[in-house]
C-alpha cells in the first residue's frame, strides 16, 4: 500500500497489517510485526527526503514473514551508535534497534531512487494439522479414467504403409 508516512497513517497501517495477520492466522506475529512496521514508518517520517511518501509491503512466504517499507530517499539507515554523552532516558534513536531486537533478519537495501528497509519474523507452525494418513503427493494423484477399463490396443497407419505393416504397434506408449 502506498502512503505518507504520517502519524495519522500510521496507526491506520498498523491496524492494516494486524488485520491481514488475522486473516492469515497470524496472531502470534501482530505485535511484534505492528511495533515493526510502526518504527519503519516512523523513520520515514522524521529522516527521508524529499517527501514522505513510501510503500509497504506485507509479505508471507513459507514460513517467514517480511514486512518492507520503500522510500524515495537513497541515504541508507545505521542503527546509530549511540555516543558516550548519549542521553539514556531519550525517547528516540532506537527504532533500528528495536527492529534488529525484535526480527529474525532485517536490512536496508537501494531502489531505483530510494531504499527499501525490510525485516523478517519467523511464522509459527500452521495450526491445522495433517491428518495422519495425509502425505505429499507430486503429480497424478488417481489412477487416471480408464482405471476400470482393459486397455484395448488399436493398431495406427503410417499415411505410407499398408495395414499388415502397423499390427505390432499401438496408439499408447509402452
Same mark, same amino acid.
Given at each position: ?82 555516543? +558516550?554523552? %548519549? $542521553? ?7 527504532? &533500528?534497534?528495536?527492529? /534488529?531486537? =525484535?526480527?529474525?533478519?532485517? *536490512? ?36 487416471? +479414467?480408464? %482405471? $476400470? ?7 495406427? &497407419?503410417?499415411?505410407? /504403409?499398408? =495395414?499388415?505393416?502397423?499390427? *505390432? ?6
Amino acid at each position: 500500500m502506498e502512503l505518507q508516512a504520517l502519524p495519522s497513517r500510521i496507526g491506520q497501517v498498523r491496524r492494516i497489517v494486524s488485520a491481514h495477520l488475522r486473516y492469515w492466522q497470524l496472531d502470534a506475529l501482530i505485535d511484534h510485526a505492528s511495533l515493526g512496521v510502526t518504527e519503519l514508518l516512523t523513520n520515514v517520517h522524521r529522516h527521508a527526503l524529499p517527501d514522505k511518501l513510501c510503500t509497504v509491503e506485507v509479505a508471507l512466504l513459507l514460513d517467514h514473514l517480511t514486512i518492507s517499507v520503500r522510500d524515495n530517499d537513497p541515504r541508507m539507515p545505521g542503527t546509530g551508535q549511540p555516543s +558516550p554523552h %548519549a $542521553d539514556e532516558f531519550a525517547t528516540s534513536g532506537r527504532g &533500528l534497534a528495536i527492529i /534488529e531486537a =525484535l526480527s529474525e533478519s532485517w *536490512g536496508a537495501r537501494p531502489q531505483d531512487a530510494g531504499k527499501v528497509v525490510w525485516f523478517t519474523l519467523q511464522a509459527p507452525p500452521s495450526p491445522v494439522a495433517l491428518a495422519p494418513h495425509a502425505h505429499s503427493v507430486r503429480g497424478a494423484t488417481t489412477d487416471g +479414467p480408464f %482405471a $476400470d477399463r482393459a486397455l484395448e490396443i488399436v493398431p495406427f &497407419l503410417m499415411a505410407d /504403409e499398408p =495395414l499388415h505393416a502397423a499390427a *505390432g504397434r499401438s496408439a499408447l506408449a509402452g
